[in-house]
Every structure is written in C-alpha cells, then in structure tokens.
C-alpha cells in the first residue's frame, strides 16, 4: 500500500504537470478560433452531459495542423530553430568542454570554488543577465567601447541584434547546463589512464582524442541535450538580442498566439514543436540509461 | 518573456483578488506620473496595485483570456474595438463618472469609431505615430537636408542606406507601419483589403535590409543613449526620450515629426473588464483620472496629448504648446485613424509582417 | 632464486647495464624525492625497488618511465640519456597499479592500443593480440569490456597491455597490490614465468617484501630516497649491510653493544656483567663504538641447560609462546629486560613444547649464525 503510494506521488505529478496542460493544448490545437472568451471554440460543457460531450468531440478537427503545412514559415521557422539549436549547442561544446576539462585538471581545493564561479550566475535572475548583455553588445556598448578604445576598431560593431547576439546569449546562458555534466565525467577520469596511453605511444593530443574525449562521450552527450532542448523552443534570447532576420519557432508561436490571437494554430504550433522534442528527449534517456547500465548500478 | 510569465502573474492576482478596497490597475509601461498613483490612494483610501505591460497584443490576450483580474485596463482603440465585440469590456456608469464632463468632444468623436457611443471607455491619452531622429547623426548622415518631417526620410532606400550605420528601429507594430507605409503610397491607410495592403510589403521590404530592430519600446533608451539615430515611434515616447537625453546631458538631441504626409492618429482608452473584481473601484479610480488637474499632471509627465478639455488650461507650456503633441489645426486636419483588421486579414497583416521582417 | 645461478651480469665488471643511474636527484619543491642514487639494472633482470610508502621507489620509476624528470644526474638506457625522450617515445612500458585499463575498450582493443600507435599493419596486430592473450590466457574474454572481468582477470590484460609493444624494460607499479593474498600468490608465479618466457626486463615497485624476495633477482631496498642496499633476495636475508635492511625483511633480533675488535672476530659488550657476544666479522672498528648484532630467530637454539661450546650464550625467561603449527616462537626475555625471538620447527608431532612461560632457558647461536653491522 505505502509502496503504490510512494509509486503514484512521482507519477501524478507528471500527469498533473505535463500530461494535463499538454492535452488541453493538444485539444485548443483540435479547435477553431472565434472572437470570444475564451477566444477558441468549443470549449467543453459538461452540463449537457454525455450528449454534449459527444458533441464537443465532434466539433475537434486536425484543420489547424493541415494549416500549418500550406504556409512555408512553419516548416523554416522550425527548422531555422532547429539550425539554431544545432550551431548554438556546437558553439556551447566548445566554449563549455575546455573550461570542464581546466576545472577537472584543477587542484582539488579550487575545485569547489570554480564550480561555484559556473552555478554563481544562476543566482541572479535569467532576464537580467540577458538585459546585462544588451549593454554589453550595443552599439555603444562596453564591448564596442573597449575595442575602439584599445584602437582594434575604428566603427563600432553591430552585434546586438543579430544572430550572433542570439548565440552569444545562448551559450553564455546554458554555458553551465554543457559544462556540468561534462565536468562530472572528466572529474571522474582517472589520471593514470592518460599516463597509460601516453606510456603506450600516444602523444598528448591523441591520448585527449583517445581516451578523454571517448571517456567523457556521455557527459558530453548530456550536455548537448541539456542546451540543444531548450534552445529550439528559445523566446526570450532571439527577442532580447536578436534582430527581426533572426527566425525562430517560438517567435512564430508568440505571433500567432499574441499577434493573430489564433489560440488554435498556436497550439497546433506548440503541439508540432513538442513532438519534435520528444526525439531529442527519447534519445537523451536511452543515453542516460545506457550510462548507468554501464556503471553497472 | 512578458509571455511567459504573464499567466504566472495572472494566476497570482486572482489567487490574492481580495475585494473592495484594492483597485488593480494595468497600464502601459511609462505612461503616468507615480506621484499621482500615491495621490490617489491618499484621497480615496483605496489600496492601488499598478502593473505595466508594453504590447497591446500581451495585454489583448489576457483580456480574451478571461479572469486578468485587473480592475482598469488601457487598450488602443483598434484593440478596444476588438475586445469590446468579444465581450470583454462592461459599460461605464457614468452617474459614477461626475469628471466626465470635463472631455474633450475632439477626440470623444474620434474614439466613437472604436467604442459606439464611447458606452465601454473613456481617453486617456492619444498622440501620433512619427518620426524620432537624432539631429546630429542624421545630419552628419544625409547632411542638413535631411527629410526630418517626411516618411521619406525611413521609406527611401538610398536614405535608410545611409542611416543603417547610426541605427534605425521600426515599431514592431503592423497595423501602425503598414498604414504609414500604405499612405507614403498615396492609398487608405485603412484598407483592409488584402491587395491594396500588399503594396506595402514591396517598400518596406526594401527598407527592411537597414533597419536594425523593430521593436515597440526599446528605442526610447536607444535614442537617448545616442545607440540609433532614427526611429519610426509614438510621439510622448520619442519625447521622453529626447528628456532622457537632456536630463543625462550627453549632447544628444532628438526631435519629433508628425510626417508630413499625414500621420497615424492612437488613441489609448481606459475601459473596465467584464470580470473586474472591484468595478466600483476602478469608476473610483477614472473619475479621479478624469479630474482636470490630474490628467494635467499626467501629461506634464508623460508628453502625451489627452482628451482632456479642462486640463488644457493647466497644461505646461512646452506640452500644451509643442505641435508634436497638441498639433495644429492644419497637422491635425492631415491625421488620419485606422479599425481593426478582421480576422482573416490580420493572419494575412501577420504573415506579411513576419515574412518582411524576417526577411523570408 | 628465480634466475639460473649463473645469471648474474652484476659481478660481470664487463657487462654493459640496460639502465644506468648516474648521481640521479629528483627534488618536488623543498622535498628530495631521490638522494643522489647510482644503479646500473641489467638486461633480463627482475629487479625490485622495495621499501616503505614515500621511500622514493615510484618515483624512481616514474623516472623510467617519462612521467618525471631528474632534477640532477643522468639516467641512460642502452647507454643513450633518456631525458630528452618523451614518454610515448620510451621503449618502456608500464604497468599502473590501478591498472589504467581503458574502460570505453574490449580487452582487445586495450591489448591493441600501444600496437596501433606504433602503425603496426592489422593482421599483424590481431596476429600479436591473440598471442598476448593466450599469454595471460584470456582468450575466451576478448570482446568483454573491463568492467565485465574480475580483478585477477583485469591485471592480467593489463600485462599484456605492456607486454604486447614488446618493451625492453617493462615497470610494474605495485601490480599486485589490488589482488587478495592467494591470488597474489599465484600470480607472482605467473608474472615470474612471463618474465622468463618473454627475457624481457621487469622493474618492479613493491612494498611488500615477500614478494619482492619471491620474484626478484636482485632487490635494492629503499629509504629516505636513498638505495640502502642492492643485492640478491638471499644476501638482503643473509647479509643485510644495515639494521634497516635487516629489520625491513624478514624477523630479526638486534642488540645493540660496544664494540671490541678482534681478529676477524667482533666483541659485543652488549650488558653489564654478561659475557660478550661474538660475531664474525671484517669491520675494522674502534674499540668501544656502537656496534649491532642482527640475528634470525630461526638461528637462535634454545635449551634448558647452558649450551656446551656455544659462541654466545645468554639466560633469560620464557615470556611468551607463539605457535603457528609448523612452527614455535618464543619470546625471551633478558637479564637487562631486552626480549629475544628464537624460533624452532616443529618436527615431531608431539612438539617440543617442554617450555613453558616463565621458565629459565638459554638462548645460543654460533659466531657465523648472526650479522656484525656498523649502524
């Protein structure tokens, strides 16, 4: 009895946080818009009983999905964000992986104080460190300032708003979620495996190719998934510092929903970036698994 | 960001709705002089919880959404008109509104389009939408000739070629730009027929390459810090940040131009929600409003004209009397309004609207 | 021991050594590591660099090895100087004491990996992979992943990890430190038998002094980062050159004297009104300076009655009986309170055990059974 229970707390929360508000999104997705409150129609009355519950499942139709396929913008916003994603989480591997190999190659002592320095950033809200970049990259920003006072340039560069604002502020922001994990496994490593492959005839380099790179996959893999995830459904960076070229699926979503108030084609917006999601999701697990699996736990 | 916190926020205004003696107010980012806000709770007694947004669409969505909690919301009149058709606006007793005597019927006739017989709102402020410009980075740009007063200082590619460096933001606003655009066109800027309103897209896609960020209320810091030079925005905004520029003294000098095509005439309505928790505070609160010495205070602050007659007399000189918030005759005669978009047409606004902005 | 008798290039004047260390200092800060140590290892040895944790043996190795650099001196192997050569370009190879298997690889292609830097053609690997994992038996096992064999499994890949290069020296760090003591037992057979089969040259790094006089032919035993004494397994035993050595292996009685020389012959006057002891002996000592007898407990007799014609002879009491089945140690206790250890096989099945505590016995031992030693 207390096991079931113990059993049933984990998996009500996931239905009460994840599988509820995904079906009434997959169902205002089935809906049609209409100049009302709420501004979609049907919405379920359960006044009328069964009968009208019958009715209401009438009334739901994949119209809005089919939409979405006569319109270009959908299929490039997603797979501009999916593009975004991908050089974003690159760009996070290789900020990320030398500052994770430099912590785990540190003295122990200064281990947890560096670590620190990763989580510190957490601590102060998200959009103000997004805000902090926009008077970074300014046109007279810090940034710019900085180089024309050291004389590296003569012209201000523009950055904020534009892509490369977007990746900056991606990967300054999941900088710790592909540091971390990759970070967990390094720290792992036994030293004397480096020494082993070099006592074998490796030089440095490939014995990093080698060993660590391979012994550090699943961190690295964690990681990726850790940045890449979120990053496709990314608003709040691409609105901040990006320019109106960058084109991603949560700005669309955003227009449809706030722009259009097609609460409807919005959700069907939603529900296709989800199942997109779940890919990604899947595989992240099986990693994971396979992790543990090969710990032996 | 405001997106994703807003039902967050939403819920716990409802969750804390506590009743008669708290008046929740939702107004635009900017756009009042706090001193008033305190004022009002001194004379009334009543406890004032004031929340800003920045987008008519953020705003327009929690309304349609149902359950804001807000007791007084501030929608444009094209958004009014929409919200009021929904179902989202009750009508004003004005046997609770003595003050509303004192508007001004100039304006009282123009919003009529938006809410028949003004039963639902009553004007806050309303201005024009221009053209904010830095005087010194569009002379040394285009030199003095420059066309400060005209859309074709934004709409003509070899000037927005040469103003590119300094920056340029456009509102991100469609049904503001692309009427602007469609009157440089000599069409209705109130077209909602979706071919005359694609003749837009050709002019302001060429223009699009140069223009930094569309953007409905960044460009105020932007101008004043001198980060761009040239701004498609609301007359009190741009005004505002020609103030910023001044107060911080860093020889920056904005002007503002109603162009002199013919400019978009706005008006922001104050209007009670359908569910509001307290409506009898939120009378309370726009009679208090409606006063002449208060709505005077409010535009001393902000720079923005209001529909207001009897404040006029108390208005500062630099507001009452600059043509860039109470125009002339011969400016306002040359405003024009716009109505909402049906639906249909507004997914066609959308789209276009993305797809220049995008530049896809 | 392990070696034929006539192995032994180190009493060979002419003989070139494998590995020469000339005046080698290894410093890490303020701390000396390595005290100016001299050694020549020769080709097909198995050496053993034995002493307490921190003695400076791994470092020694290390130094072999690559992984450190001498502050001081010369290390030359073939007679070339070594340290310039990085350790992937050593013609060493080295086994870890954790073993440092690589786990993201099969047994084969941890046994493969040295081969492929080396660009060796792939039959040729597969071919000298197989080999190696016969060697170590383990061919059932190739395709398992480190973490899927047991310990004693594990350190033997690993082995045939250096092995498979086919090194002139292989090192070997504590190698069987992880393993239990039966299966130590057996593998330091094995490990010898490798040895043999392969004539490659093992240093090895141990702690432990059995093992060390099981596998080696010679041992150097270590303190302080100094080489106290380099010799067979059986001169460490019989004729340790210092209190140390003799203390570190193996049980052993020291008391501790005066010295007054003789002829060949060294006088102890080790307590008052007791004889002196008398050792054999070429120390060339001034009368009257420290000197220490080292003896065994299996040298030492012991008797009811006072010996007949015995060098030295001591009376004591019985304090305490140790049996170990094959064997019986007493503890005995002298007049000036120092407690000797004799040692008697238990030959008979009713032993001798016609002692008993508190008796009054005599311990004896002739002038050759113990060690003279200076310090």
């Not at chain 3, 170590?136 to 594990?154: D, N």
């Not at chain 3, 069987?176 to 094995?190: C, I, P, S, V």
Request: glycine share 6%; with cysteine; net charge negative.
């Amino acid at each position: 009895m207390r096991r079931a229970l113990v059993i049933a707390v984990p998996y009500f929360w996931l239905l009460a946080l994840f599988l509820v508000p995904f079906l009434i999104v997959l169902k205002i997705s089935l809906s049609d818009t209409e100049l009302a409150i709420p501004p979609y129609t049907p919405t379920l009355d359960l006044s009328e009983g069964w009968a009208g519950f019958r009715a209401f499942l009438a009334a739901l139709d994949l119209e809005n999905f089919t939409f979405l396929t006569t319109d270009d913008l959908y299929w490039k916003a997603y797979l501009s964000s999916l593009q975004i994603a991908v050089v974003s989480t690159f760009l996070t591997l290789l900020v990320g992986y030398p500052i994770a190999y430099g912590m785990a190659r540190a003295d122990e002592a200064w281990r947890p104080t560096l670590l620190m320095l990763v989580i510190l950033p957490f601590w102060t809200s998200f959009l103000i460190r997004v805000y902090s970049w926009m008077g970074i990259l300014s046109q007279e920003g810090y940034l710019n300032q900085l180089l024309v006072g050291l004389g590296v340039i003569s012209e201000p560069l523009t950055i904020l708003n534009t892509n490369t604002a977007v990746y900056i502020g991606i990967v300054y922001t999941y900088l710790p979620f592909m540091i971390l994990p990759i970070y967990a496994t390094l720290e792992r490593m036994d030293a004397s495996l480096l020494e082993a492959a070099e006592d074998l005839g490796c030089s440095r380099l490939s014995a990093f190719w080698l060993v660590t790179v391979p012994l550090s996959k699943s961190g690295i893999i964690a990681g990726c998934f850790l940045v890449f995830i979120p990053t496709i459904g990314e608003f709040v960076i691409p609105s901040l510092l990006g320019g109106s070229q960058t084109l991603m699926i949560g700005k669309v979503l955003w227009e449809e929903f706030f722009s259009n108030r097609d609460w409807p084609v919005a959700s069907a917006v939603a529900v296709i970036l989800l199942l997109i999601l779940v890919i990604p999701i899947i595989l992240f697990q099986r990693n994971e698994q396979r992790q543990r699996e090969a710990e032996g736990k | 960001m405001k997106s994703t916190l807003a039902p967050l926020a939403a819920l716990a205004v409802v969750a804390t709705a506590a009743g008669a003696d708290e008046v929740r107010v939702y107004n635009w980012s900017d756009y009042i002089d706090e001193a008033l806000l305190e004022k009002f709770e001194t004379e009334t007694g009543l406890e004032l919880i004031y929340d800003v947004f920045d987008s008519n669409e953020v705003l327009e969505t929690k309304m349609l959404a149902g359950g804001s909690g807000y007791d007084v919301v501030v929608p444009s009149g094209t958004f009014l008109q929409r919200q009021i058709a929904a179902g989202a606006f009750q009508p004003l007793d004005f046997d609770k509104l003595p003050n509303s005597a004192n508007l001004w019927d100039v304006i009282k006739d123009r919003t009529e389009q938006y809410d028949p017989g003004n039963a639902h709102s009553i004007n806050y402020m309303w201005g024009t939408t221009g053209i904010a410009a830095n005087v010194a980075k569009v002379a040394e740009a285009l030199g003095e000739e420059g066309p400060l007063n005209s859309l074709a200082l934004v709409f003509e590619p070899e000037n927005m070629e040469k103003l590119q460096s300094c920056g340029v933001h456009f509102l991100d606003a469609p049904a503001e730009l692309i009427p602007a655009a469609l009157k440089y066109l000599g069409e209705d800027p109130d077209s909602h027929d979706p071919d005359v309103i694609a003749k837009a897209e050709p002019l302001l896609a060429a223009v699009r390459p140069y223009v930094l960020k569309f953007h409905s209320s960044e460009y105020i810091n932007a101008l004043a810090n001198g980060d761009i030079c040239v701004a498609i925005g609301w007359s009190g905004d741009v005004l505002q940040a020609r103030d910023r520029a001044i107060e911080a003294d860093n020889g920056v000098e904005i002007v503002y131009n109603a162009p002199v095509e013919g400019a978009l005439m706005w008006f922001d309505q104050m209007a009670i929600p359908a569910d509001a928790p307290n409506p009898e505070g939120a009378h309370t609160f726009l009679n208090f409003i409606m006063d002449a010495q208060n709505m005077a205070d409010a535009s001393n602050y902000v720079y923005f004209a209001n529909g207001n007659l009897a404040s006029q007399p108390l208005l500062e000189e630099d507001v009452i009397g600059d043509p860039a918030i109470y125009p002339d005759e011969a400016t306002l005669e040359n405003l024009y309004t716009t109505t909402p978009y049906p639906s249909k047409v507004q997914r066609v606004v959308t789209r276009m609207w993305t797809r220049i902005k995008s530049g896809t | 021991m392990t070696a034929p008798a006539e192995f032994s290039p180190w009493t060979d004047p002419s003989a070139k050594p494998l590995i020469r260390f000339t005046g080698v200092t290894k410093r890490f800060g303020d701390f000396t590591a390595i005290d100016n140590v001299d050694l020549d290892i020769f080709e097909k040895e198995f050496f053993a660099l034995l002493g307490p944790s921190g003695c400076g043996k791994t470092t020694l190795m290390r130094m072999l090895a690559g992984f450190e650099m001498p502050t001081e001196g010369l290390i030359e192997l073939d007679g070339q100087d070594i340290a310039p050569v990085p350790p992937n370009k050593r013609a060493t190879n080295m086994m870890f004491q954790s073993y440092a298997l690589f786990p993201h690889l099969s047994l084969r292609d941890n046994i493969a990996f040295g081969l492929h830097r080396e660009k060796m053609p792939k039959d040729r690997i597969a071919a000298r992979v197989d080999e190696m994992l016969k060697l170590v038996q383990l061919e059932p096992f190739a395709s398992r992943k480190p973490h899927q064999i047991s310990g004693g499994q594990r350190q033997r890949v690993a082995l045939a990890r250096c092995l498979a290069k086919a090194p002139k020296l292989l090192l070997l760090d504590e190698p069987l430190g992880a393993l239990d003591r039966k299966l130590r037992e057996e593998t330091q057979f094995e490990l010898m038998d490798i040895q043999e089969k392969t004539g490659t040259t093992f240093v090895i790094v141990t702690h432990d002094q059995e093992e060390a006089m099981t596998v080696a032919s010679r041992v150097a035993v270590m303190d302080h980062g100094r080489l106290v004494q380099v010799a067979t397994p059986a001169a460490i035993y019989e004729t340790p050159n210092s209190t140390y050595v003799a203390d570190f292996i193996g049980d052993v009685n020291i008391i501790e004297g005066k010295a007054e020389p003789g002829d060949g012959i060294m006088g102890i006057a080790w307590a008052e009104g007791q004889p002196n002891l008398t050792g054999a002996s070429d120390l060339t000592l001034a009368s009257g300076a420290t000197v220490f007898m080292a003896i065994r407990p299996e040298k030492v007799r012991i008797s009811a009655e006072k010996p007949e014609g015995a060098a030295n002879a001591v009376a004591g009491k019985v304090l305490d009986i140790a049996y170990l089945g094959n064997i019986s140690t007493y503890h005995v206790e002298l007049p000036g309170g120092q407690v000797i250890k004799a040692q008697t096989a238990n030959t008979d099945r009713i032993a001798r055990r016609d002692f008993t505590w508190e008796d009054a016995v005599w311990l004896s031992w002739s002038a050759t059974a113990g060690v003279v030693l200076e310090r």
